[in-house]
């Protein structure tokens, strides 16, 4: 379970503070879909960065696992966030001088050995009809498919949380409902929760749980 209560987050800026999220309280139970609408500039990805232990809050509490984190202790966050996070940004951030096998062989954060390691990859890899693409070019993916192996090099670790900031804003309708259904099937397969900020509002409509963000504030739509 990941808990915000009262968090605010502040960025200074010409000796001005934004407030940019304002009490947030937001609690995420295992295998939830959460989706999150909004306007540009509400504080959408701020708020899925600080779920997503990569930033900091500027006052109030995340928990995890109801255990009180100060999101400042790095290690600590990092020893968390490998072991139950998964991200998904718009662009699928593949490192485009290795192939797709190798990209997830790298995010794999695992003691098990090379050759079982190569196998989950390859499977992850298959589950999305690009096993016969680990070895090409980055560069020669379509968005559709690099979006593809960004969804399973988020998976390369079981995470419990999966957190996704406009995973479709790049793609066309087709090849984003098919990332959405891979990401709600890993979520039925595993049980995992997945947090999707979206402007689709096809997209929005599905969570089982819906808010918007708006100014800083959310407020879930019932
Ligand atoms: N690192 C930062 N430093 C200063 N301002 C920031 C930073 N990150 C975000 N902001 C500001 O916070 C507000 C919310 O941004 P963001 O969370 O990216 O919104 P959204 O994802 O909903 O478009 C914006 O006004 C943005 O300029
Ligand atoms: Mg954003």
New binding site residues.
């Given amino acids: 379970m990941i808990e915000l209560k009262n968090v605010w987050k502040n960025?200074k800026?010409e000796n001005t503070e934004?407030k940019?999220l304002k009490d947030i309280n937001l609690t995420i139970d295992e295998g939830e879909f959460i989706t999150i609408m909004?306007?540009?500039?509400?504080?959408?990805?701020?708020?899925l960065y600080i779920l997503s232990m990569l930033d900091t809050v500027s006052s109030g509490e995340f928990s995890f696992d109801g255990k009180i984190i100060d999101l400042k202790r790095e290690k600590e966050v990092e020893n968390i966030r490998q072991k139950n996070i998964g991200l998904i940004f718009q662009n699928s951030n593949l490192i485009a001088s290795l192939t797709p096998l190798e990209n997830l062989l790298l995010a794999m954060n695992s003691r098990a050995g090379k050759r079982e390691k190569k196998e989950k990859c390859q499977e992850l890899l298959n589950m999305v009809g690009l096993l016969q693409k680990k070895n090409a070019k980055v560069t020669t993916l379509s968005g559709g498919e690099a979006q593809r192996v960004a969804v399973v090099r988020a998976l390369v670790n079981n995470p419990r949380f999966i957190f996704c900031d406009e995973p479709t804003g790049a793609l066309n309708s087709e090849n984003g409902s098919r990332v959405v259904e891979l990401l709600l099937k890993v979520k039925e397969n595993t049980g995992c929760s997945i947090v999707i900020?979206t402007h689709d509002e096809s997209i929005g409509k599905l969570g089982e749980r819906r808010f918007f963000?708006k100014d800083g504030v959310l407020n879930e739509l019932v």
């Fill in positions: 960025f800026m934004h940019v909004g306007p540009s500039g509400g504080g959408k990805s701020t708020l900020v963000l």
